[in-house]
Structure formats: structure tokens, C-alpha cells
């Protein structure tokens, strides 16, 4: 089959020219025992791929990456319970053994197994199913590899969709959306008239806006630095759209919501966009971080906010989702038009365009593309 594989992480960009992901034939071996063969339809292009790229997240070479995909169930391994053949499926990025401790207190993002073989680049079962043209196995991005024709993957890292939905925008639901909308209705929990302050309007950030909008939160702030995505988060229900480079971001929402945000939700992945969120929630409010730092930056507050301003910071990964409860839910919400994540998604492209996709990413000029497989 096709697929994108990384050799070495912190290529330079722009990687049209440097070309971080070589387009090759890989193999993929049958699926083993509780795992599936999916031909994907559609992968999305996430900023999470990225960091593995330019060695900010820092993974297991060489890696066929991909972790945001939807396709189509086309071989089944022994003792498969939960999928069959012909099933249509979306891809999670956590595996979720179903036992461990996380697993058993509802908090399946936390799987201690799923964590362990998302590390070490293997299957949930510990197995590697790839390897290229000259017999070197290949690493498992998250579980999921989703940048190939087949994804070979644990029954435990697909959910079965609508056979109707497109793949393209099925694909989304797999990342940006359990993640963005997870990290306001799940992490947060917020309730209507409560308000929030989205920092980063990437897909995961965007995801999020529509889920607050979703749960009528009010003031509904888009913080960002790029005018086409926080026209796009006007559109898409913002209440005040704030240029992150124009003057101090924390009291410009803190003038929009009142006073703070009740939940201030960061998804850029930077210490002091986290910071500023911080500080642009109210006095009893809620910091979310989503977005993933690089693992040497750290985040420092006034202690004593946390208890003489009742303050809370929480992380959130995978929009703490129990995927087979919230994939049907957030389709259901979108077939109903109640979060149009549709508008996510602004270019869809062949595998070989892949690189040229990844500079739109870091260039602020895309929010979702997909490439698309036929
Ligand atoms: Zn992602
Ligand atoms: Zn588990």
C-alpha cells in the first residue's frame, strides 16, 4: 500500500521542499488476533502530527503517522467482538483495554495499556504491523497510522459510525472534535450562560467554539492571531473576537466576559498562551489546558490564586472522552446542524500533497485539510 512515513524528526521547513514524509510502499501484515484491517477513506492533517514532525513531540522512528482517520472495516482477526466487515469506523487515538483502572472509573483516555503501547508505537496488544519495502518495521502513530490506503489497528482504537456519514468529515470526529467539544461538555462541564474564552482557533480550538455555542455559553470569546479564523469564529457563533497581538489578551476578555471567563480553554499548546488564559479567568474560574506544550516548557501561577481566588487548572486530553458514548452523540448534534463542523474543514488533497499540507498547517492557512483515498 501507500503511505506517508517519517524517518527523522526536525526536518526544516517548508516541507514541500524538505519532504519529512516520504511517500512509500509499506507493508501491512494481516490484522492479529482482536485487531482489524481498515481501508482508510480520510485522514486529517492535526497539529499533533506536526509536533512529531518538527520533533516537538518526540515518537519512536521510523513512524507512519496519521491519528485523525475514518474508513471502512475490510478483514476482521480472531476474537474481533465489537466490528465486523463492512462496518464503517472512526478512528480514536487512545486504545482503551476496557480493564485497567482508568478504564473501569469511566476515564478511558487514561487507559494505562492504551498509554504504554501509544509510547512505544505498537498496537494495544504490543504488536507492529507495518514495515517498509525493505523489511524495517515501522512504528504505529497512536494506534491509528492513518496517513495509508489500510490501517491495520486494535478493535479498541475504531468506533463504528454511520455508513453515510462522508469520510471526510467522519475523519474529524476522530480528533478535533472528541477533543475540541470533549474539553467544553466533558472537562469542563459548562452550562449555559456560563462563559467562555477559546484561546488558538486551530480545529481542536474551533471544535471547541462549537461545542461552547452547542451549550449556549455566553460570552462566547475567540482569541487568535490570524483574522480569516476568528472571521470564521464570528461566524461560527463568537461573541467578541480578540487579535491576540493587540494589547493585554487577559484583560481585553476579562472586559468581554465581565470580569473573567469562567473557563478559559487553551488549545495552542504554548506556556504563555496557557498563562494568559490563566489569567483571563474570573475569580472561582476554570483554566483548560488542551493544547500540547513541548515537554520542556513549564507553567508557573501565583499559589495562592488557587485558593484565595478559588482558581482551577485542568488538563484535558482527548476532551476526556468515553468515545462510545460521545462519537455518536457530537454526529448526532452535527446531523441535527447543532455543530457545524463541517466549517473545519478547508482543503482536502491527495497523500502526495501531504508536505505542502503540513506548511498550511504551521503557516496558519488551513484549519482542517483531509486527504482523501479512493
Ligand atoms: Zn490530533
Ligand atoms: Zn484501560
Known amino acids: 500500500m501507500r503511505a506517508a512515513v517519517l524517518r527523522t524528526m526536525g526536518a526544516p521547513a517548508p516541507y514541500a521542499d524538505s519532504r519529512p514524509l516520504a511517500i512509500e510502499t509499506v507493508v501491512a501484515r494481516p490484522p492479529g488476533p482482536g485487531e482489524v484491517r481498515v481501508r482508510v477513506r480520510a485522514a486529517g492533517l492535526c497539529h499533533s502530527d506536526l509536533s512529531v514532525i518538527d520533533g516537538s513531540r518526540p515518537r519512536p522512528m521510523p513512524m507512519l503517522l496519521g491519528h485523525e482517520a475514518a474508513g471502512e472495516v475490510v478483514e476482521a482477526g480472531d476474537g474481533v467482538s465489537t466490528l465486523r466487515v463492512g462496518d464503517y469506523v472512526v478512528f480514536s487515538f487512545v486504545p482503551m483495554c476496557g480493564h485497567c483502572g482508568p478504564c473501569a472509573c469511566g476515564r478511558p483516555v487514561l487507559c494505562e495499556p ?10 494495544l496488544g504490543g504488536a507492529m504491523r507495518l514495515h517498509d519495502a525493505g523489511g524495517t518495521p515501522l512504528h504505529h502513530h497512536l494506534g491509528v497510522s492513518g496517513f495509508a490506503e489500510y490501517a491495520v489497528v486494535s478493535e479498541h482504537s475504531a468506533m463504528r459510525i454511520d455508513a453515510d456519514l462522508p469520510p471526510k468529515i467522519a475523519a474529524l470526529f476522530g480528533c478535533a472534535v472528541m477533543t475540541g467539544v470533549g474539553a467544553v461538555v466533558n472537562t469542563a462541564g459548562v452550562r449555559p450562560g456560563e462563559s467562555v474564552a477559546v484561546f488558538g482557533l486551530g480545529g481542536v480550538g ?7 455555542a452547542a451549550s449556549s455559553a455566553w460570552p462566547l470569546v475567540a482569541v487568535d492571531v490570524v483574522q480569516t479564523k476568528l472571521a470564521l469564529a464570528r461566524e461560527l457563533g463568537a461573541s467578541h473576537c480578540i487579535d491576540a497581538r493587540e ?11 465581565g470580569g473573567g471567563a469562567d473557563y478559559s480553554i487553551e488549545t495552542a499548546g504554548h506556556a504563555q498562551v496557557l498563562a494568559n488564559a490563566y489569567a483571563a479567568t474570573r475569580r472561582g474560574g476554570t483554566t483548560i489546558s488542551v493544547g500540547l506544550p513541548a515537554p520542556d516548557r513549564m507553567f508557573s501561577v501565583p499559589a495562592v490564586s488557587l485558593v484565595a481566588e478559588e482558581r482551577t487548572v485542568k488538563g484535558s486530553y482527548m476532551g476526556s472522552a468515553v468515545p462510545r458514548r460521545d462519537i455518536p452523540r457530537y454526529v448526532a448534534l452535527y446531523r441535527a446542524g447543532r455543530l457545524p463542523v463541517d466549517r473545519l474543514l478547508t482543503h482536502t488533497l491527495a497523500l502526495d500533497g501531504i508536505n505542502a499540507g503540513f506548511d498550511r498547517l504551521a503557516g496558519g492557512e488551513a484549519i482542517r485539510q483531509v486527504v482523501l483515498f479512493d
Open 247 to 257: 494589547g493585554d489578551v487577559a484583560e481585553r476578555v476579562r472586559e468581554a466576559t
Open 114 to 123: 492504551g498509554a504504554a503501547a501509544n509510547a512505544r508505537g505498537t498496537l
Open 206 to 212: 474551533l471544535s471547541a467554539l462549537l461545542g461552547a
